[in-house]
């Protein structure tokens, strides 16, 4: 594995490890802590500072017959939640999201295809399949945007994108991301917007009039 | 129940007799700590005593259940908890799955590290004391961010303020875990 560069902001992960991420981007989140060794060591440094906000939490003393419940169920039945491996260059967390399955690409045109996972009031999720030379898809015009490279790498503005890098645009942001030379670039795009089409085509044509 | 250097706090000592020996014993001494936190805890976010019962008791089973999962090397007990009460929070208020990143492939047969446990839990410990002794309005914002309360853009609009100084507190002792992790790689 390349060395991870582009990393997950850290108020982005404290957001993550208290829970209060949108869920695209908590998908985009674990999907980075699945990849990235630094992140994983980051998220529990804040899990351990949420440790410390529940030991020095106000004490509420529990019903009576609360304890005798609950020792009462250990030896019940619990139905195991799906455990998700990993699978090729998809982590746990996103073959949960595409349940198991190989995705289901939709072509988008100049040889890019999509393959959403959740499209919801909280944002939406997709993978996108860039072959090289082409552009990454803009997600949405405002907002936040979280794209994870999980094959080959893209390049912008700002720096070249391999696997396990992620890269955290806002509408501040005026790139171009464009897929490298190699294999298909293939990432987890992850927004807190609704989809937009309508500028998605002008935007792929921007590398053919560059030659 | 294991004996364990003493050193070790008691809450790690009764959750690896939890997931080694299944200890009933200490289960419960496990319930009597963390039951009356976890629902001051949960009710602190405005959910009714009823439902944050419901969801102590869920977290209680939880611990029981996934106790294989707990590592004293990388997370101190009271973290460890901490995760799966906002998990189970998230599942049960919000009625949707949290998406959570890989476990990690370690040897179950290892020999756990003492020293190595005793350093989580001494960083652990250091982090509770500067949260105590931080001034009111600095704890506020620490705990409304662990509670879920902030969103990334209001935590990341609070950098500088005491989230960075505790958080490099224990940046440092997880160097350590960093570089162990490295070498499974």
């Known amino acids: 594995m390349t060395a991870i560069t582009h990393h997950t902001p850290d108020a982005l992960l404290a957001a993550y490890a208290a829970g209060n991420l949108p869920q695209p981007f908590a998908l985009a989140v674990a999907a980075h802590i699945s990849l990235c060794l630094d992140c994983r060591a980051a998220h529990e440094a804040h899990l351990v500072s949420g440790g410390a906000v529940l030991e020095a939490s106000k004490v509420e003393a529990v019903s009576e017959g609360l304890k005798s419940n609950v020792l009462d169920l250990l030896d019940a039945q619990v139905v195991e939640k799906k455990v998700y491996q990993r699978s090729g260059i998809y982590p746990g967390p996103v073959m949960e999201a595409l349940k198991g399955k190989p995705p289901r690409w939709k072509s988008l045109g100049m040889g890019v295809r999509q393959s959403i996972l959740s499209d919801g009031r909280e944002g939406s999720v997709r993978l996108l399949y860039i072959p090289s030379g082409r552009a990454v898809p803009d997600h949405s015009h405002n907002g936040l945007e979280l794209t994870l490279v999980l094959q080959g790498s893209f390049s912008d503005e700002t720096g070249r994108f391999g696997v396990g890098d992620i890269e955290v645009a806002d509408q501040s942001l005026e790139h171009t991301p464009i897929a490298d030379e190699g294999a298909p670039c293939i990432c987890l795009a992850a927004t807190d917007a609704p989809l937009r089409f309508n500028s998605f085509v002008p935007r792929l044509l921007q590398p053919l009039f560059r030659i | ?185």
């Open chain 2, 1 to 185: 129940m294991k004996q364990q250097p003493s050193q070790i706090s008691s809450l790690t000592t009764y959750m690896l007799s939890v997931r080694d020996d299944r200890d009933r014993t200490a289960f419960a001494l496990l319930f009597d700590h963390f039951a009356p936190r976890l629902k001051g805890f949960i009710m602190r976010s405005g959910t009714g005593a009823g439902q944050a019962e419901e969801i102590v008791q869920e977290v209680m089973l939880t611990i029981w259940h996934k106790a294989e999962q707990f590592d004293p090397e990388r997370a101190q007990v009271s973290a460890w908890v901490y995760q799966i009460a906002r998990n189970r929070q998230i599942d049960v208020i919000r009625k949707e799955n949290r998406p959570l990143p890989e476990e990690l492939g370690e040897d179950p047969s290892a020999e756990p590290d003492a020293s190595q446990i005793l350093a989580v839990e001494q960083e652990a410990g250091q982090l509770k004391d500067a949260l105590l002794k931080l001034k009111p309005d600095q704890r506020d914002i620490i705990e409304k961010a662990y509670l879920g309360e902030l969103t990334h853009q209001e935590i990341s609009s609070q950098t500088g303020l005491p989230l960075g100084t505790i958080k490099s507190r224990i940046r440092l002792g997880l160097e350590k875990l960093r570089y162990e992790l490295k070498e499974l790689r």
